[in-house]
């Protein structure tokens, strides 16, 4: 089982906490370069696979990530979960799902809570983004494929707590 989703970093200030009686001046990055990364991130191993790109996420980058995780697991059943953005659910992505024989269960619209991997794309912004400056879009890439690369050996320990299966029920009233 896997939980997909795209998580688009910019090149832009991105302030982890900025607080003083007077007023300072804080360099920041010119240019609105982007960095698209589409991960799955699997709920027992923790084990992301990712197709990265600087231009966008469409139905082809969601194939190319179906056909890199059937190729890891080439005779296991296979379930994403994925939210509803329409490039994940065009005929083009659910046939050649159907043709890999891997299932898409979609998530109810609006609950980004719902999906596992929200809270890693929130951790690499924690890890590598927030109050950095990178001059260059060459270092900011390189800082998030570092991140990424690190998870399993780095990071692994602050995963397994954050990366649970652990969701908030509530009771009907």
């Not at 969601?62 to 005929?91: F, G, M």
């Not at 024989?101 to 929200?118: C, M, Q, T, W």
Request: with cysteine.
């Amino acid at each position: 089982m896997y939980f997909v989703d795209a998580a688009h970093f910019v090149l832009a200030p991105l302030f982890g906490l900025l607080w003083c009686f007077t007023r300072i001046f804080i360099k920041t990055p010119a240019g609105r370069n982007r960095l698209n990364v589409l991960g799955a991130l699997n709920a027992i191993t923790r084990e992301v696979v990712s197709v990265i790109n600087e231009t966008f996420v469409n139905a082809d980058t969601v194939r190319e990530l179906l056909k890199k995780i059937r190729s890891l697991h080439p005779n296991t059943p296979i379930t994403l979960i994925l939210d509803n953005a329409r490039y994940q659910r065009c005929y083009h992505v659910m046939s050649y799902a159907n043709d890999l024989h891997i299932e898409l269960l979609f998530l109810p619209s609006y609950s980004p809570n719902l999906n596992l991997i929200e809270r890693l794309w929130k951790f690499i912004k924690k890890k590598c983004l927030y109050s950095e400056y990178y001059d260059c879009f060459s270092k900011f890439k390189g800082a998030i494929i570092d991140c990424l690369t690190a998870l399993p050996t780095k990071h692994q320990e602050e995963l397994r707590s954050l990366l649970t299966l652990n969701f908030q029920t509530l009771k009907k009233s």
